[in-house]
């Protein structure tokens, strides 16, 4: 299954990012914890001209524990700083002011040496659809000042957004890349719904989740539907199998496959199969 999308907007908003990254001192990527390595956008290290970065591990609450520290760990030995949050409950967002002046302590000292201590440090915040890029920010401002939503590809147009704490945040649209080379990022992604889901086949799609969590965490599979799960089942049987157990069957009693795939990816994006990562963390 190979994953392109790349409509319009994306371009513009690549253009808007290139265009805008010498306005600010530092960018603030955020990044899905479940998919840590296939939410970030390959792209972003060349468009923001190695500018200081605080990556955003969001939606720590529905990661497995032990990859999220794995991944922090990792971030940080790459030379970024790392804040682990979730947007849903506002944990972990409280430290974001302090975690942006640590990154900066020499862009402050500058200032404070050339008699502007109270010039505002300015952060360009980025991620791709749907990793709570907007949420975030409206949690460290204090209000709704970003549109946020479950679907991708809301926010369009770049916005100046106060933080307090003499910081500023440009808000920008999410950013996808032309192709997903690895086969595995374009599935995680359709997973987590970064990508439309009207662009992938619903039951290939719940079949290859099937697998994912057969190999990775297949409690997952039994706990919340109740089948049996073993190491050399193929992903349509036990979509099927979830789709027999759940009642959902269409005339002649055959399982409806693209409800069941629908309803697992919904489980999986709320919370409901667990605490799962699906990218696996790089030995550091």
């Known amino acids: 299954m190979t994953v392109q999308w790349f409509p319009g907007h994306m371009a513009r908003a690549r253009r808007m990012v290139s265009e805008n990254v010498k306005l600010v001192d530092a960018v603030c990527e955020v990044v899905d914890a479940r998919v840590p390595r296939s939410s970030r956008n390959p792209e972003v290290e060349e468009l923001t001209a190695g500018k200081p970065r605080l990556i955003i591990l969001n939606r720590v609450d529905q990661a497995d524990p032990a990859m999220t520290k794995r991944w922090s760990r990792a971030f940080r030995e790459s030379g970024a700083e790392v804040l682990e949050t979730d947007c849903r409950s506002g944990k972990g967002v409280g430290a974001f002011s302090g975690a942006i002046r640590k990154l900066l302590q020499e862009k402050l000292a500058a200032n404070a040496a050339r008699g502007q201590a109270g010039k505002p440090l300015r952060v360009m915040v980025l991620g791709i659809p749907n990793v709570g890029k907007s949420s975030f920010i409206n949690r460290v401002a204090g209000r709704r000042a970003a549109e946020a939503s479950d679907r991708p ?116 994006r709320g919370g409901k199969l667990g605490r799962v990562t699906l990218d696996g963390a790089p030995e550091v």
């Open 153 to 268: 590809g809301v926010t369009r147009g770049k916005q100046w957004i106060s933080a307090g704490g003499g910081v500023e945040l440009l808000d920008t649209p999410g950013l996808l890349w032309p192709r997903f080379e690895d086969k595995s990022v374009g599935e995680n992604l359709a997973f987590t719904g970064a990508v439309r889901d009207e662009i992938l086949d619903a039951e290939t799609l719940g079949a290859r989740l099937c697998e994912r969590l057969r190999d990775l965490y297949p409690q997952a599979l039994t706990g919340r539907y109740g089948i049996e799960v073993t190491p050399d089942r193929p992903g349509f049987e036990l979509l099927e199998q979830c789709a027999r157990r759940r009642g959902f069957l269409v005339s002649g009693g055959e399982p409806d496959l693209e409800r069941m795939a629908k309803v697992m990816l919904d489980e999986l």
